[in-house]
């Protein structure tokens, strides 16, 4: 007999799932795979540990790995106690480090051993966390000083039976986010919110909510479904990578990560033929361009991956440029080919399905099929109409987050309350609204360069300096300029092989793609462009670094 469901609730829904579809591959990762059955019972004991040493919900626990399946386990195992999962960002220095802990009231870790010496060196100055949990990576790095459990020991030691945890949808989730300056912030949602707004919980065909989770998580055993599989590259201390996962999970499909701790792109498109993976997720250029190489330089052998299995190529959370979809579009015409629109702060708010060439001239981006409850305001925050031609700021009703995790500031800036009375979120995004009733991203409201009266946006600008051909890589910001205020300035990274193109001929890729007030007036080169590991761009050194070639 199926349990039921306490309300939308993470942990519930997925056992649910777990008890409909118990032998049916759930989690792979190198050699490492796990059925839904398998994979509750881990959790379980991880769960099990966690509430002896006294974890209890609402409590904060760090998660701090590269991709692995244990990093999943954990993460489970937090919902079935209620407690909540932190995602740490493996790349963090000393000084980041300790500023994340410390603000999400971190109380147990769980982490890769090579983070160890790092954990060690700023424990004394992390007064909230007191257990870490190692998973054994093949360092052979220091532990000493931490007095930590081995993760092994946990699953070998403790009970794979359920827990007696009460859940509801009003369960918190946390997810830490950096943005694209500063330092990273918790964003509070209910269970039920985001399960609504990026966990598959709407019926996407009307907007409106599924009845109730039974019926969402028994979707799964019906004789017509489709168990998808589904390769997600993202690190999984990324909303993208979680929400994709968990979403696939919800259906009963099985979720595929590679175990390289750097993106390889020969070793993904082999990883598409040897799991036969009907959906690969991305982030946008940063994957997306090392792809499209891999494929043409197997082309050159005269060979091909297999990719028969590959129905869909979707990207979100960061630019997946036009004339990148126009190359996967011809490389893989039987491809589904789209943008996901959305935030870590927001949730889904539509999405586009690329066709060669089908980017508008001077459009900015994509034209977006709006999400539920996508909208958009003007600058006294009354609602614009679709369809009205007009330009506001993307926002977002319905199940949106409760708030950023103690910040108060940041809060009432985001989550405003519009001249309707309704609650919704802003992410910061300036957009379009087209007479068809689609919706044209602009860009970052907050990068928007003025020269000479005219509002520029920067992601435009990138999308259509990735078209020339010696281009892997650019940033665009605005620096001073004495007649018109502010420059349209370019930092480049150049494809291994190319030499530096000119200013010139940079424009001249642009110029079929936006307006010639919008080009390039400036370009630097650089070896390399600087990104989160999810792929989102860091401007503040973009902008720096263009103002320090000023001189």
């Not at 859940?167 to 985001?194: A, C, F, I, N």
């Not at 993976?277 to 891999?294: E, F, K």
């Not at 679709?386 to 809060?411: C, F, H, Q, V």
């Not at 802003?426 to 003025?450: H, K, M, Q, Y």
């Amino acid at each position: 007999m199926l349990s039921n469901v306490s309300g939308f609730n993470v942990a519930s829904i997925f056992e649910r799932v777990a008890q409909n579809v118990p032998d049916r591959e759930a989690i792979i990762c190198g050699d490492a795979r796990l059925t839904y059955g398998e994979f509750d019972k881990r959790a379980n004991r991880v769960a099990h540990y966690l509430q002896s040493v006294g974890i209890v919900k609402g409590d904060h626990v760090a998660i701090y790995a590269f991709n692995r399946i244990e990093w999943v386990e954990a993460m489970l195992a937090c919902y079935k106690l209620c407690a909540v999962p932190v995602n740490v960002n493996y790349r963090y220095v000393e000084d980041e480090l300790q500023y994340l802990l410390n603000d999400a009231d971190v109380k147990a870790i769980v982490f890769e051993q090579q983070f160890g010496p790092l954990l060690a060196a700023i424990k004394q100055k992390l007064p909230t966390l007191k257990h870490y949990i190692a998973m054994e990576d093949g360092s052979g790095a220091s532990l000493a000083g931490l007095d930590c459990v081995d993760y092994g020991t946990v699953i070998a030691q403790q009970s794979d039976a359920p827990l007696n945890i009460e859940r509801s949808g009003d369960d918190l989730y946390v997810l830490y986010t950096g943005g694209t300056t500063g330092m990273p912030k918790g964003v509070v949602w209910r269970h039920e919110d985001v399960i609504m707004a990026l966990g598959g919980g709407l019926d996407m065909t009307t907007g409106v909510p599924l009845a109730s989770a039974e019926i969402m998580a028994d979707r799964c055993a019906q004789p017509n479904a489709f168990a998808m599989r589904s390769l997600q590259l993202a690190p999984l201390m990324h909303g993208a990578a979680q929400w994709g996962l968990l979403r696939a999970l919800f259906e009963g499909g099985a979720v595929i990560f590679s175990d390289k701790k750097s993106f390889d792109a020969d070793h993904v498109w082999q990883l598409i033929g040897k799991e036969k993976a009907n959906v690969m997720l991305i982030t946008g250029d940063a994957m997306a361009r090392p792809l499209m190489d891999a494929m043409n330089a197997r082309a050159e052998t005269g060979e091909a991956y297999d990719l028969s299995s590959m129905f869909v190529l979707a990207s979100s959370a960061a630019i997946f440029s036009p004339s990148l979809k126009d190359a996967f579009t011809e490389k893989l015409p039987n491809v589904l080919i789209m943008d996901n629109i959305g935030a870590s702060e927001v949730g889904y708010c539509g999405a586009a399905v690329h066709s060669k060439g089908g980017a508008d001239k001077d459009a900015g981006g994509p034209r977006v099929a709006p999400g539920p409850d996508t909208i958009l305001l003007d600058e006294e925050f009354n609602v614009i109409p679709m369809g009205s031609n007009r330009e506001g700021w993307l926002a977002r009703g319905g199940n949106i987050p409760l708030a950023y995790y103690k910040d108060e500031e940041k809060t009432k800036k985001t989550y405003i309350t519009a001249g309707d009375g309704r609650r919704y979120a802003i992410p910061g995004d300036r957009v379009r609204a087209n007479e068809d009733g689609t919706l044209t991203l602009l860009g970052r409201g907050s990068g928007c360069i003025n020269s000479g009266g005219e509002k520029i946006f920067p992601e435009e600008v990138e999308g259509a300096i990735k078209a020339h051909p010696a281009v892997v890589d650019a940033l665009v910001v605005g620096t001073p300029d004495e007649r018109f205020g502010s420059c349209v300035t370019a930092l480049v990274s150049i494809r291994p092989g190319f030499a530096e193109p000119t200013l010139e001929s940079i424009q001249e890729a642009c110029v079929c793609q936006i307006a010639r007030y919008k080009l390039p007036r400036r370009v630097f080169f650089v070896n390399e462009i600087a990104r989160s590991p999810s792929g989102k761009p860091d401007y503040k050194w973009a902008k720096e670094e263009a103002v320090k070639r000023l001189g």
